[in-house]
């Protein structure tokens, strides 16, 4: 039994009288391989057409066209690629470690240099504290200022940053603001301003220094100046508690002293006590004698205009007030006053005259 003929050739039988095929030309047919890809790490060759020169008959064209002749095999065209992809994955990993690796160097080698350069200066004796200048100081020594800060001659000008002086200085009770300025190679500049006390608060069995400004900074301790009005009449618990309240309490009080000393009353009358009254009115024991001289809430400069006309009439007539009450609240305009009682005049006791003995004499 014959095979069957192929499904694209056309069989057709020929007859007796027909004429013999004529045989047809051998064709040379070129057949092109692609060259396989080289490597990405080798030079690149240009590739050269590969000719092969194939003698088949015509026929076999038809039977087996060039398009079905199979290409290179994956293994021969997929391996270099793969090869060069891998090699240069494994350049770039090693590129960005060295450059890892360098930072990582580059940043030891500062943070050494940086060590090295801090222990010198922190030890040597050319950056030692050779000049302290001092301002702004009134009341305190130069030895307690320099004990606050902290610093001394010789000491290293980096062991301590002028914002860590500056800050021990405003923690001393007595210097309200400071300012520090530090100068290579040895030099430090302070410049303080102190407090000045202006009232003493007693707040039960405790006495306190008020400054200018209306606010508590110490404790009263021996050597203290205690030489101002006394406040007196503030509940402990509630200046404690209430922080609004002892903040108006205190700028009223600043705002009375600052009247009274516009009113031209301050060097004619001091101030011994300011007392607060139950309903936050403020009563005054000014002068020698303790003058009572009640006030009330403010404003208080009108008021205290009204005083010293008061006192001057009483002057003209050799007269000193016991009170002067000037908290009226329905009549402004009314002042009262009551005098002092003159001191009853005691005359000395005569003391009986000896009369000698002897005879009576008659007139």
Not at 171 to 189: K, M, Q, Y
């Amino acid at each position: 039994m014959s095979a069957p003929p192929p499904r694209n050739v056309r069989v057709r039988a020929r007859d007796e009288d027909e004429a013999p095929p004529r045989k047809r030309p051998r064709r040379k047919v070129e057949v092109r391989t692609p060259p396989a890809e080289p490597s990405r790490n080798r030079r690149r060759a240009r590739p050269e057409p590969v000719s092969e020169s194939l003698e088949m008959p015509a026929d076999a064209l038809a039977v087996t066209p060039l398009a079905s002749v199979p290409p290179p095999s994956g293994r021969e065209s997929v391996a270099p690629r793969f090869r060069g992809e891998r090699f240069a994955r494994a350049l770039r990993v090693l590129t960005t470690v060295a450059k890892i690796a360098g930072v990582l160097l580059a940043i030891g080698g500062a943070v050494a240099v940086g060590r090295l350069t801090r222990d010198y200066v922190r030890t040597s004796p050319a950056f030692a504290i050779a000049t302290i200048e001092l301002e702004g100081r009134e009341r305190l020594d130069e030895a307690e200022v320099l004990r606050a800060a902290g610093i001394a001659l010789g000491t290293n000008v980096f062991e301590l940053s002028p914002e860590d002086v500056r800050a021990r200085l405003e923690r001393h009770p007595w210097i309200a603001r400071a300012e520090v300025e530090r100068r290579l190679p040895g030099t430090f500049r302070l410049k303080v301003v102190e407090r000045h006390a202006a009232l003493v608060l007693a707040l039960g069995p405790s006495l306190y220094l008020v400054d200018d400004e209306g606010k508590v900074f110490k404790e009263v301790a021996p050597g203290d100046p205690v030489d101002f009005p006394i406040v007196s009449g503030v509940e402990r618990e509630r200046f404690l508690r209430e922080r609004a309240w002892r903040s108006a309490l205190l700028g009223e009080i600043d705002g009375l002293l600052d009247d009274w000393r516009a009113a031209g009353l301050w060097r004619r009358e001091p101030i011994a006590e300011i007392h607060v009254e139950a309903d936050d009115g403020l009563t005054l024991h000014v002068g020698a004698d303790a003058m009572e001289v009640r006030l009330g809430r403010a404003p208080f400069l009108p008021k205290l205009r009204k005083l010293r006309r008061v006192l001057d009439r009483l002057d003209a007539e050799s007269s000193r007030a016991l009170y002067v009450h000037l908290d009226n609240v329905r009549r402004p305009d009314r002042v009262v006053v009551r005098l002092r009682e003159e001191p009853e005049v005691v005359l000395p006791r005569e003391e009986p005259t000896e009369l000698a003995e002897g005879p009576a004499q008659h007139g």
